[in-house]
């Protein structure tokens, strides 16, 4: 009886361990292959519990979903013999798992065969086209040609190129500073000569604002002349008009100017003889003349008197 159970219960143990090495899952995510010493028994594409014999098959899982290949940044001379550094990557799904099993294997020899793929199209794409086609004007077209260059060989591994990108395409560091000396030079050359222009503008308007001044200058001076001689044309005529109508009145006012020019108030000196014409209104309040030398000795005395009183005048003695 005890023999029996511990039979039964080998028995049991030895099927269940058959029933688990037998069974396998295949995830939404994954497919399978089914080998036998080697040799394809089938594919699992579809997910859920599968069976294969114990010891005798097993199974090799490769991922369903979409894979990357990042490659280094590498310099690649384009066609105008200028070096950019390119820095790419792809993306890739694998389409036939057997194919991929038997010349790749595994997904990082994939990477490292696609990845020698991708740099040599890359290469050979970006050579034959201009640094401004690859940074700026051709891109996306570049990249489907390098695309479509890479599946033509990626499917004899069993795998799609799905995507590729160029995500930087720079010029080499050395370059680079040359390049933006060069830049800042010549924008410091268009600078200076935007300066040199703006200077030749300032001194032109200078110039031409000057000559107008000139002119105004020449013009108002010229018209104040003009004027002026006018007016003192028509200063004259009044005066001729007024020594015409009252010849001793006309003597007597133009007299007073004078006194009032000649003799103002402060330190006036004035070295002149009392018998002077200048003074006929002092001697005679009508501007008579004096006759005889007694009177013109008085008058001169009492002029010279009062002068040097009333307007600090000292005539000569």
């Known amino acids: 009886m005890r023999t029996s159970l511990v039979s039964l219960l080998v028995l049991v143990a030895i099927l269940a361990g058959a029933l688990y090495l037998s069974a396998f899952i295949v995830n939404q995510n994954q497919q399978a292959l089914v080998l036998q010493f080697g040799k394809l028994v089938r594919t699992e594409t579809e997910p859920g ?18 894979l990357d290949i990042d490659t280094k940044p590498q310099t690649v001379t384009v066609a105008d013999k200028k070096q950019l550094v390119v820095d790419s990557f792809a993306r890739y799904k694998i389409i036939d798992p057997l194919k991929f099993y038997q010349r790749l294997n595994n ?30 004007d051709d891109r996306s077209k570049l990249m489907d040609d390098i695309q479509r260059r890479v599946n033509n060989v990626a499917k004899d591994y069993g795998v799609e190129i799905v995507d590729v990108r160029i995500m930087r395409a720079d010029l080499p560091q050395k370059i680079g500073d040359s390049v933006f000396e060069r830049m800042k030079t010549e924008r410091h050359q268009e600078a200076a000569r935007f300066r040199a222009e703006g200077e030749e503008q300032l001194r032109r308007i200078k110039a031409d604002a000057d000559r107008k001044v000139a002119v105004i200058r020449a013009n108002a001076m010229r018209d104040a002349e003009q004027i002026r001689g006018d007016g003192d044309a028509e200063r004259n005529k009044i ?56 009177s013109r000795s008085g008058a001169a005395t009492g002029s010279a008197t009062r002068a040097p009183a009333a307007n600090s005048a000292q005539p000569a003695p």
């Open 49 to 66: 519990l599968k069976w294969k014999l114990p010891v005798l098959q097993q199974v090799v899982f490769f991922d369903k979903r979409i």
């Open 107 to 136: 997904e990082e020899n994939a990477r490292q065969q696609l990845g020698v793929v991708l740099d040599s199209s890359l290469r050979l794409v970006l050579g034959s086209s201009t640094i401004e086609a690859v940074v700026r």
């Open 239 to 294: 005066f001729a008009d007024a020594y015409t109508k009252d010849p001793d009145f006309f003597a007597f006012y133009r007299s007073m100017q004078a006194y009032e020019q000649g003799l103002k108030s402060g330190d006036t000196r004035m070295v002149i003889s009392p018998n002077s014409e200048f003074f006929r209104y002092f001697n005679d309040a009508n501007g008579g003349s004096v006759n005889g030398a007694g």
